[in-house]
C-alpha cells in the first residue's frame, strides 16, 4: 500500500471538513438571521436541516458518478456548485430561498465528504483505513474548532452574510488545492467496468448496512446537538454568540484527541469490542448529561455534553472505516454515498424533532440519549 503525502492528507482532510463548515460556521449567527429574515426558530433550524439533507441526498450523486468516471471531475462540478451557492446563501432576502439555497450548498459539499472517503479506500484496508481515518479526523477536527470562533467573531464584526461570502471563498481555495495537489486514484479498469459495479447489490450486503445505521443515530445524535445548542446556550444560559462559539470549538479539540485515541486502540483491541465498549460511554455520558439538565445542574450537564460529542466523535472513526473495508475499491463511492446519505439525512431529520416546542437543554439531551442508544442496540446486533 502505497503511504500518502502530507499534502493529500491536509487536502482530503479539508474536504471532509466541508460538512462542519456548512454546518458550524454559521450556527452563532443563527439567531440574528432569524431576526433579520423576520423567521421563526423553526424556520431558521430547516435551513441547517436542507444543507444537511442536501449533504446526505448529494452523496448519492457524487459517489455512483466517481465510481464510473473517477473522482476528480465529480469533486471539480461539486466545489463549483458549493461556490455558487455560497454567494447565492449570501445574496438571499428572503427565508425560504436560504432554504432552498442551502439546500444545494449541502448537495454540492457532499462531493468532498463522499470522496473524501473513497479516495481513502482506494489505498487502504482494515486497521490502516481506520488509522487513516483518524489523520483526516484530526485534521478535520479543525473545523469544528475554528469555524464556531471564526464565525462569532465575524458576526460580532460584520453582517451574517459575510460567513456565506467566506463560504465562497474557501471554496475557491479548495477547489485550487485539489486540482493543484490530487491526482485520479480509480483504477482504470474500474472505470471501464462503472456497468457492473452498478448492478452491486450494495443493500444485500449485512455487514456494510449494520455499520451505516450505526453511523446514521450516532450523526442523529450529533446534529440534535448542533441544531439545539446555538438556541440553548445562548437563550437559556445566557451566553454571548462568541462564548457560545467558544464553547463549541471546545468540541473540536475533544474530537481531535478521541480520534486519534480509538486510531491507536484499533491497533490493539477489535473493532467490534472497541465500537460497542465507545457506545457504551457515549450513552452512558448522554444519560448522565440529561440528568444533569433534568436537575438544572447548568455547568455539570455542559461538561456532560462535552464528553458524550468528542466520544461520538472517536467512535465514528472506527465505524466508518469498518463500513468501508466490508464492500470492494470498485463500490467504494457507492458505498460512501450511501452510508453519507444516511447519516445526513438522519441528522437532517433530528435536528428540528430536539427543538420542537422551544429548544432547552433537556430535550436536546433527550434526543441525543435516544439516538446513541439506537446505535448501541445496532452494534450488538450479530449479522452473517
Known amino acids: 500500500m502505497s503511504r500518502i503525502a502530507p499534502s493529500w492528507v491536509l487536502t482530503l482532510g479539508l474536504l471532509t471538513a466541508i460538512g462542519p463548515l456548512c454546518t458550524d460556521f454559521y450556527l452563532p449567527a443563527l439567531p440574528e438571521i432569524t431576526d433579520q429574515l423576520r423567521a421563526s426558530g423553526t424556520q431558521t433550524q430547516l435551513s441547517l436541516t436542507a444543507a444537511l439533507i442536501g449533504l446526505g441526498l448529494g452523496q448519492l450523486f457524487f459517489g455512483p458518478l466517481?465510481?464510473?468516471?473517477?473522482?476528480?471531475?465529480?469533486l471539480a462540478l461539486s466545489l463549483l456548485l458549493f461556490i455558487f451557492s455560497s454567494a447565492m446563501c449570501a445574496m438571499t432576502q428572503d427565508i425560504h430561498l436560504l432554504i432552498g439555497w442551502r439546500f444545494l450548498q449541502g448537495f454540492?459539499?457532499?462531493?468532498?465528504?463522499?470522496?473524501?472517503?473513497?479516495?481513502?479506500?482506494?489505498?487502504?484496508?482494515?486497521?490502516?483505513l481506520t488509522q487513516f481515518f483518524a489523520l483526516l479526523m484530526t485534521v478535520n477536527g479543525i473545523a469544528p474548532v475554528l469555524s464556531p470562533v471564526l464565525g462569532g467573531y465575524i458576526i460580532t464584526a460584520f453582517d451574517w452574510r459575510t460567513l456565506f461570502w467566506c463560504m465562497a471563498g474557501i471554496g475557491v481555495l479548495l477547489l485550487l488545492l485539489s486540482l493543484a495537489v490530487l491526482h485520479e486514484t480509480l483504477p482504470a479498469k474500474s472505470a471501464v467496468t462503472g456497468q457492473q459495479t452498478r448492478n452491486t447489490p450494495l443493500l444485500k450486503n449485512r455487514r456494510f448496512l449494520r455499520y451505516c445505521l450505526i453511523q446514521a443515530f450516532m450523526m442523529a445524535g450529533l446534529f440534535s446537538y448542533i441544531g439545539s445548542s446555538s438556541f440553548?446556550?445562548?437563550?437559556?444560559?445566557?451566553?454571548?454568540?462568541?462564548?457560545?462559539?467558544?464553547?463549541?470549538?471546545?468540541n473540536?479539540?475533544?474530537?481531535?484527541?478521541?480520534?486519534?485515541?480509538?486510531?491507536?486502540?484499533?491497533?490493539?483491541?477489535?473493532?467490534?469490542?472497541?465500537?460497542?465498549?465507545?457506545?457504551?460511554?457515549?450513552?452512558?455520558?448522554?444519560?448522565?448529561?440529561?440528568?444533569?439538565?433534568?436537575?438544572?445542574?447548568?455547568?455539570?450537564?455542559?461538561?456532560?455534553?462535552?464528553?458524550?460529542v468528542s466520544f461520538m466523535s472517536g467512535i465514528s472513526t472506527v465505524s466508518g472505516s469498518e463500513a468501508m473495508s466490508a464492500v470492494s475499491s470498485e463500490q467504494s463511492g457507492t458505498a460512501s454515498a450511501l452510508m453519507g446519505t444516511l447519516m445526513f439525512v438522519c441528522g437532517g431529520i433530528a435536528a428540528p424533532l430536539a427543538g420542537l416546542g422551544g429548544e432547552t437543554m433537556l430535550k436536546m439531551s433527550l434526543a441525543m440519549a435516544i439516538s446513541y442508544a439506537i446505535a448501541l442496540f445496532f452494534s450488538l446486533c450479530k449479522v452473517r
Open 252 to 308: 473540536g479539540i475533544g474530537l481531535i484527541i478521541a480520534a486519534l485515541t480509538f486510531s491507536k486502540l484499533s491497533h490493539r483491541v477489535a473493532a467490534e469490542v472497541l465500537l460497542r465498549r465507545g457506545l457504551l460511554l457515549a450513552v452512558a455520558c448522554a444519560g448522565i448529561t440529561l440528568l444533569l439538565a433534568w436537575l438544572h445542574l447548568a455547568i455539570p450537564a455542559l461538561v456532560g455534553l462535552f464528553f458524550t
Open 108 to 128: 454540492a459539499g457532499a462531493g468532498g465528504s463522499v470522496l473524501s472517503r473513497s479516495i481513502a479506500r482506494d489505498r487502504y484496508q482494515g486497521a490502516m
Open 232 to 250: 440553548v446556550i445562548q437563550s437559556e444560559y445566557g451566553m454571548s454568540a462568541m462564548q457560545f462559539s467558544l464553547l463549541f470549538g471546545l
Open 66 to 74: 466517481s465510481d464510473r468516471i473517477g473522482r476528480k471531475k465529480p
